[in-house]
């Protein structure tokens, strides 16, 4: 298993930027890829972006493209999600995630976080 820690959420105002890590520790070669997801009060877990840990490719949803940017350090199994041009509907639990392959689909993800909330205000 591959236990999974995210900080830096907080509240900011719309506009404004945040970025967000995640520790991984344990069985870190067992995945092949980081997720970020985030939840919404009422809402299913939605998939955010991700990235690879053995070659950078990174991929976001429609909705963060442009704004947000994952990243990751090999050297201290570290990921980071740099989240800027904030919205309110950007309001949520963000939770980084690994999976043993490229995914988007939160099933397919066998180790989460605890969550940061993120709250944007207007």
């Known amino acids: 298993q591959v236990q999974l820690v995210e900080s830096g959420g907080g509240l900011v105002q719309a506009g404004g930027s945040l970025r967000l890590s995640c520790a991984a520790s344990?069985?870190?070669?067992?995945?092949?890829?980081m997720g970020w997801f985030r939840q919404a009060p009422g809402k299913e877990r939605e998939f955010a972006a991700r990235?690879?840990?053995?070659?950078?490719?990174?991929y976001y949803a429609d909705s963060v493209k442009g704004r947000f940017t994952v990243s990751r350090d090999n050297a201290k199994n570290m990921v980071f999600l740099q989240m800027n041009s904030l919205k309110p509907e950007d309001t949520a639990v963000y939770y980084c995630?690994?999976?043993?392959?490229?995914?988007?689909?939160?099933?397919?993800?066998?180790?989460w976080g605890q969550g940061t909330q993120v709250t944007v205000s207007s």
């Open positions: 995630a690994a999976s043993r392959v490229v995914a988007t689909n939160p099933a397919l993800f066998h180790s």
């Open positions: 344990g069985r870190t070669l067992s995945s092949s890829a």
């Open positions: 990235i690879r840990w053995s070659s950078g490719e990174t």
